[in-house]
């Protein structure tokens, strides 16, 4: 088992809890098995977390959270709910492990919604995108992400890529954005 290179959900959290110095408000944008949103939950005053699958906002609400409210809507409409700035968004990009891999996050909307939450995400934020690219669309999004995030301003912010080079050529990667403070 390793420590540190493993699961990239995991180095997401860690992180998260190691270099963000701010942690009131933070964004889900992938609720799936929200197992983000639990963690983002156990460290934020207040969490918005985004499914467009009913069955994982249900499944989520049931446990009744007080500081987190889950939005069955896609997450490119962040600004039709969130009025405020965010300190952390996270997203897993991709299908909801156990359902139909025909419902997948897509390449438009999750561009979208990468270009309004690095808007909206604070001075010293930080935004996780683990990009699972062992799908059609997986790919998609890996390349029009990667592509738009090697052209934004370096001065604003900071983006470094954790890849495995030992594994499957097609094994997840994690994207970390840091805005400038």
Same mark, same amino acid.
């Given at each position: #088992?390793?420590?540190?290179?493993? *699961?990239? %959900?995991?180095?997401?959290?860690?992180?998260?809890?190691?270099?963000?110095?701010?942690? $009131?408000?933070?964004? =889900?944008?992938?609720? !799936?098995?929200?197992? =983000?949103?639990? @963690?983002?939950?156990?460290? @934020? $005053?207040?969490?918005?977390?985004? *499914?467009?699958?009913?069955?994982?906002?249900?499944?989520?609400?049931?446990?009744?959270?007080?500081?987190?409210?889950?939005?069955?809507?896609?997450?490119?409409? @962040? $600004?039709?709910?969130?009025?405020?700035?965010? =300190?952390?968004? #996270?997203?897993?990009? !991709?299908?909801?492990? !156990?359902?139909?891999?025909?419902?997948?996050?897509?390449?438009?909307?999750?561009?979208? %919604?990468?270009?309004?939450?690095?808007?909206?995400?604070?001075?010293?934020?930080?935004?996780?995108?683990?990009?699972?690219?062992?799908?059609?669309?997986?790919?998609?999004?890996?390349?029009?992400?990667?592509?738009?995030?090697?052209?934004? %301003?370096?001065?604003?912010?900071?983006? #470094?890529?954790?890849?495995?080079?030992?594994?499957?050529?097609?094994?997840? #990667?994690?994207?970390?954005?840091?805005?400038?403070?």
């Amino acid at each position: #088992m390793f420590n540190y290179v493993g *699961d990239i %959900s995991e180095l997401s959290h860690n992180i998260i809890n190691k270099y963000l110095k701010n942690k $009131n408000v933070a964004i =889900d944008g992938t609720l !799936g098995n929200g197992y =983000d949103t639990d @963690f983002l939950s156990l460290n @934020f $005053n207040k969490v918005y977390s985004f *499914d467009v699958q009913e069955k994982a906002c249900i499944r989520y609400s049931d446990k009744n959270k007080d500081n987190v409210t889950v939005i069955c809507d896609s997450h490119h409409k @962040f $600004n039709n709910y969130i009025t405020e700035n965010v =300190d952390c968004i #996270m997203y897993n990009l !991709g299908f909801l492990p !156990g359902t139909s891999k025909e419902i997948t996050t897509k390449h438009t909307t999750s561009l979208e %919604s990468i270009k309004t939450g690095l808007e909206i995400l604070n001075p010293g934020g930080i935004m996780t995108i683990c990009i699972y690219i062992g799908h059609d669309e997986g790919k998609k999004e890996q390349s029009c992400i990667l592509n738009f995030l090697e052209k934004i %301003s370096k001065k604003e912010y900071g983006v #470094m890529i954790h890849q495995f080079l030992n594994r499957s050529k097609t094994a997840p #990667m994690l994207v970390v954005i840091e805005k400038n403070s």
